[in-house]
């Protein structure tokens, strides 16, 4: 690939990414299994599941907000087209799919199995390095993801498991179908 080409993944069936997100759930559930207070005392919410849930999404919103504002960055306006052309033919349903299966397997992976046993910042690096792609000009998205996995690991430290699923849910909703909406306009 030369230096003025655009990265240019092929467009990927989001059922792909569902299975994906499905196989990371399973992992998930069954290592909080495992643990002493079980699947349920591991995705559970610390205080209100209003509460929780209510603060994961205006926090995911916030996110979606913030990143929004900065997608003339040349690096995160390649980022954009990446990804715009990676989801090129969802529907308005896959994208809320993915956002879905996404932030509630990861989340039970990262912030709800992991980050009680390594902590906070390995648990966002970890994070990050799930969001590597093999394209050097997309160095943004994991950078991204680190300093999101910060923030997500901190609402799950305040509000448990839903607060920070709500959260990356509203992120990848958010950000998947204006995605979604301007790569079909």
Sequence with gaps: MGPHEEPSPRAIPAVAIIHQEGVI??????????????????????????????????AGALCAAGLWALRRLPALADLEAWQQRMARNWTVTDAAAVAAFSGLA???LIRALLQPVIGLLPAALLFAVLHVVPD??????PVLACALGVGLGMIFEFGGYPAAAAAHIAINAFALL?????SVE
């Design 106 to 108: 990861e989340e039970a």
């Design 136 to 141: 050097r000009r997309l160095w943004l998205w």
């Design 178 to 182: 204006r995605l979604r909406r301007t």
């Design 25 to 58: 759930g399973v992992i998930a559930l069954v290592g909080l299994s495992l643990r002493p207070e079980g699947v349920l005392g591991g995705l559970a919410p610390r205080g209100s599941l209003a509460t929780g849930v209510f603060t994961g999404v205006v």
